[in-house]
């Protein structure tokens, strides 16, 4: 890890992590391996056996539920941090979620309940988030979210989550604003198409693959772990010049598509 890369005595909470193979893991994998301590939490009771063995690879003290449509389940998980640890440093928001019979229909079939809880889940949690980790950065800190070039082109079959991430990277402008005189910096990552659990729920996805990897430079697709590598510098010293911004980690896929 390089020396500028320093993440040692800062705590961070990762929120998106379903199994070893999520965009969330690689993230966290790169957050501790450049010191950071970190909390993680997983959905539910069918995803914890999933989680459990990347918390422990990470060696996270504090492993906790949160499913963002919950009443409560939020506000749990940064009250436990505020017990454990009474600060952060940084958050990683790697959420999102639509119905599946929206998610599979032309955005001009999507039903106002779908397009709602779809909204509701993988953006304005951000924005949640952001309000309760607020206290807990007195002296400043860093908030990522993830997102895809399918916020800003059409992407076929991408449907509803291309304006969901339109609004998603849009709050990110607002909030860096908003938060720029407390020294919170608000990214977004534009993540290339990774093999993810949540991901497959797309319709045609390994057409969506293909059809990325033969748009990039070189012709491959990212890894967990080259994401994670952007998302570390983000977190760190290095990255607090930068705010309100749409970070490509995506191998020049935004250039050529």
């Excluded at 990347?54 to 017990?83: I, N, W």
């Excluded at 059409?154 to 860096?176: C, F, I, Q, T, W």
Aim: proline share 4%; hydrophobic share 45%.
């Amino acid at each position: 890890m390089n020396s500028i890369i320093d993440l040692t005595g800062k705590r961070g909470l990762v929120v998106g992590i379903a199994n070893e193979h999520s965009i969330a893991t690689g993230c966290a994998t790169l957050f501790r391996a450049a010191g950071a301590e970190l909390a993680v939490t997983y959905l539910n009771d069918k995803a914890e056996p999933f989680v459990r063995p990347v918390a422990e690879a990470l060696q996270s003290p504090l492993v906790m539920p949160c499913d963002v449509r919950v009443p409560g389940q939020l506000e749990a998980v940064f009250e436990r941090v505020t017990k454990e640890w009474g600060r952060l440093d940084f958050v990683l928001h790697s959420i999102a979620f639509a119905p599946a019979d929206d998610l599979h229909a032309s955005l001009v079939d999507c039903s106002a309940e779908g397009f709602a809880l779809a909204m509701d889940v993988s953006c304005h949690s951000f924005i949640r988030m952001t309000r309760l980790a607020l206290p807990l950065m007195p002296d400043g800190g860093s908030l990522m979210t993830v997102s895809f070039l399918g916020a800003e082109r059409a992407v076929d079959h991408y449907n509803v989550m291309g304006p969901v991430k339109a609004a998603l990277e849009s709050s990110v402008r607002y909030l860096a604003v908003d938060l720029a005189a407390r020294r919170v910096h608000v990214h977004a990552i534009s993540a290339g198409a990774v093999k993810t659990r949540a991901a497959s729920g797309i319709d045609h996805f390994d057409a969506l693959l293909d059809d990325v990897r033969s748009h990039t430079p070189a012709k491959h697709l990212v890894t967990i772990e080259e994401i994670g590598r952007i998302a570390t510098v983000l977190a760190s010293e290095a990255g607090m010049t930068l705010t309100g911004s749409t970070i490509y980690a995506d191998a020049g896929f935004h250039i050529t598509a």
